[in-house]
């Protein structure tokens, strides 16, 4: 019988060619602590590290590898940048399509002062990005939207939205969870200042919990 896999959305398969067999060499060679170890094993791990940040950076159109942060997971990612970024006072919009790792850590910053809009989109789940800036506040800080619906697949318009964020000078972080490694995106094009993706969908990594490397697959670009 023939197996059709439709989970995409929740984590790809088959991986990427190649990646299994390099997971296998890695462990089977030498998986050190990279920063720590004086030793040749390490350097050369360090340099395949800062080898894929400086990847990441040409994927995703992005100038500062050293602002490359690797996180647990993307809900890690978000939750640093809300967590980290947010003050009380300080307002947020978001789209009505967002996922969990979004709003409940939003909602929680909400007990500590932070508030939020929601850009409502159509029955269709097309945001016109007028109605993102109809919502801008005096003490708007940050624009927080999904790249891509988990439910419907909807595309958000992010490009039209970053124009908006550049013109009224707000910060623009993109969930691209659904998007990162099949749409292309482009952090300088679409004004980004965050991008938060994860590495075991649309780029065919491993999954979050495919230790020892659970710290290289969702990843954080933070633009300073």
């Known amino acids: 019988m023939q197996r059709i896999y439709f989970d995409n959305g929740s984590t790809s398969f088959p991986k990427a060619p190649g ?18 170890g004086g030793y040749e094993g390490a ?34 990612s978000l939750n640093m940048v809300i967590k980290g970024l947010l003050k009380p006072g300080d307002h947020v919009i978001v789209s009505s399509m967002e996922h969990n790792g979004m709003m409940r ?4 910053m909400a007990h500590l002062g932070v508030t939020f809009d929601a850009a409502q989109a159509d029955s269709r789940g097309v945001l016109d990005p007028q109605k993102v800036e109809e919502l801008i506040r005096p003490n708007t ?10 439910l419907c697949g909807t595309l958000l318009p992010i490009a039209e ?5 550049a013109r009224r000078h707000l910060k623009f972080i993109v969930d691209s969870a659904q998007t ?4 292309p995106i482009d952090m300088k094009k679409m004004h980004i200042n965050v991008l938060c993706f994860t ?11 495919a230790r ?4 290289m697959a969702p990843t954080m670009f933070w633009k300073a």
């Open 199 to 209: 590495g075991h969908k649309g780029l065919r990594f491993p999954p979050v919990n």
């Open 212 to 215: 020892p490397f659970a710290a």
């Open 180 to 183: 990162a490694g099949v749409f």
């Open 43 to 76: 350097y050369e791990l360090a340099d395949m590290v800062l080898d894929t940040r400086e990847q990441l950076c040409e994927m995703f159109r992005f100038d500062l590898s050293r602002n490359v942060v690797f996180t647990p997971s993307i809900t890690y």
């Open 19 to 36: 990646v299994g067999d390099a997971i296998k060499t890695l462990i089977d060679t030498g998986c050190y602590n990279i920063n720590r």
């Open 161 to 165: 939205v970053g124009e908006i964020c």
């Open 141 to 150: 800080k940050a624009v927080m939207m999904l790249h891509a619906s988990n």
């Open 105 to 108: 850590p939003l909602t929680q």
